[in-house]
């Protein structure tokens, strides 16, 4: 299973930016996907998270400001941030729970992270 996580990069407080994470080797469509992120001396948290039937959750600190998607057809989950804060500043991470194959026994997977920092 590869996860391939892009769209991090320098932005400035109340700006934007778009995560993606590709998938591939997993039977995405029936993955759970979720977002999560780990900031220096800090513990990785969930940021978001989609079910396969599309339902969404978010952690308090992003809600309102953060929108998690995803493209069953281009095996793709999206996190769209917006009004950026510094105290977002991390590494973000793409987690997906599921099974390879059908058949096989679900497990969650963790792709590379991408660093979002938010600095004037």
């Known amino acids: 299973v590869q996860l391939q996580a892009s769209g991090g990069g320098l932005v400035q407080p109340g700006g934007s930016l778009r995560l993606s994470c590709a998938a591939s080797?997993?039977?995405?469509?029936?993955?759970?996907m979720g977002w999560y992120r780990q900031a220096s001396g800090n513990q990785r948290e969930l940021v978001a998270s989609?079910?396969?039937?599309?339902?969404?959750s978010y952690a308090d600190s992003v809600k309102g400001r953060f929108t998690i998607s995803r493209d069953n057809a281009k095996n793709t989950v999206y996190l769209q941030m917006d009004s950026l804060k510094p105290e977002d500043t991390a590494v973000y991470y793409c987690?997906?729970?599921?099974?390879?194959?059908?058949?096989?026994?679900?497990?969650?997977?963790w792709g590379q992270g991408t660093l979002v920092t938010v600095s004037s």
């Open positions: 987690n997906a729970y599921g099974r390879r194959y059908y058949g096989d026994q679900p497990k969650g997977y």
């Open positions: 080797g997993i039977i995405f469509s029936a993955s759970l």
């Open positions: 989609i079910s396969n039937g599309g339902s969404t």
